[in-house]
């Protein structure tokens, strides 16, 4: 089974961003595309894993916001 592809875009606190499908190192003299086959897989993976934690937070404050609506129905 492979793993999906990051979605687009720069990570967080990283001075990376992916665009096109590449991994690119984003500075202020300009970018490289990053070629080393190792570091792009660590980069996916880390790419993969905030996304993971981002849905994780999302899913916690969606299941948050639902128990604290008062039940109109009355008692408990």
């Known amino acids: 089974m492979n793993a999906p ?3 687009p875009g720069r ?5 990376v961003v ?3 499908g590449w ?3 984003v500075g202020r003299a300009g970018s490289i595309p990053v070629s080393d ?3 792009t897989a660590v980069l996916d993976d880390f790419a993969q894993a ?3 934690a981002d849905r994780a937070v999302a899913d916690l404050r969606a299941r948050q916001s639902e128990s604290s609506v008062p039940d109109p129905g ?3």
């Not at 990570?11 to 001075?15: N, R, S, V, Y």
């Open 5 to 7: 592809t990051p979605h």
């Open 11 to 15: 990570l967080p606190d990283a001075p």
């Open 18 to 20: 992916l665009r096109d």
């Open 23 to 25: 991994w690119w190192l």
């Open 37 to 39: 086959a190792a570091f």
């Open 50 to 52: 905030v996304a993971a």
């Open 74 to 76: 009355g008692q408990r």
